[in-house]
């Protein structure tokens, strides 16, 4: 499967940023009332909003690249056909993992591509609502009802990300592992089609 050059950069740039947000976060430290927070606080936010300007990049290069995974093969949920495909795809690895074995990565994957759905979902989610957060927080780091929600939700995705990352990055590792170079060919940048 070939992707073009430029959703490979936006790949690499928002795959660097979500896995330093992660890292940051660790140890971060909340600014309080009564206390600023540390120096990494400020980094995660500054990434943050970088972050979420390459998600929505991304996003409007989705909808005008029709590359090779589409919208819909992202979000199969809202079709009976797409969901039926994707049934039969799970069926399809489940088989081949009791066999030891993984089916070629070729040809776009329903499920590969349902679960890198979720995955930018909920990248944007966190990028979304941490960007809501640094623009609407009151001095001295008072949050208002619904900024508090927000919040909320943003502390919601951070653990969902964790295993986004685990579960994209162990699948590609694996495919890898069965020699199907997908790892090279999405951070390649010298081909600048498939057949180069």
């Known amino acids: 499967m070939f992707y073009d050059r430029f959703t490979r950069l936006l790949h690499l740039l928002f795959a660097f940023g979500i896995v330093a947000q992660l890292f940051i976060s660790e ?4 600014p309080r009332p009564d206390k600023a ?8 936010e500054k990434v943050g909003i970088a972050l979420f300007a390459v998600l929505l990049i991304h996003w409007l290069w989705s909808f005008v690249r029709g590359g090779p995974v589409s919208l819909g093969e992202l979000f199969p949920w809202f079709s009976n056909a797409r969901r039926a495909v994707l049934w039969q795809d799970i069926k399809r690895y489940l088989r081949a993992i009791l066999t030891i074995r993984l089916p070629p990565a070729d040809e776009p994957s329903p ?14 989610g966190l990028a ?13 780091w008072q949050f208002s009802s619904w900024l508090h929600l927000v919040k909320e939700v943003h502390e919601l995705l951070g653990p969902a990300m964790w295993t986004y990352l685990v579960v994209h990055v162990g699948a590609s590792v694996l495919h890898e592992i069965f020699g199907h170079r997908i790892i090279h060919s999405m951070f390649s940048f010298l081909k600048k089609n498939p057949d180069s």
């Open 27 to 30: 140890w971060m430290v909340h």
């Open 128 to 140: 979304a609502t941490g960007t809501l957060i640094f623009f609407n927080v009151g001095e001295n």
């Open 37 to 44: 927070g540390n120096f990494l606080y400020e980094v995660h």
């Open 111 to 124: 499920l590969a591509g349902a679960i890198q759905g979720l995955g930018l979902l909920v990248a944007t």
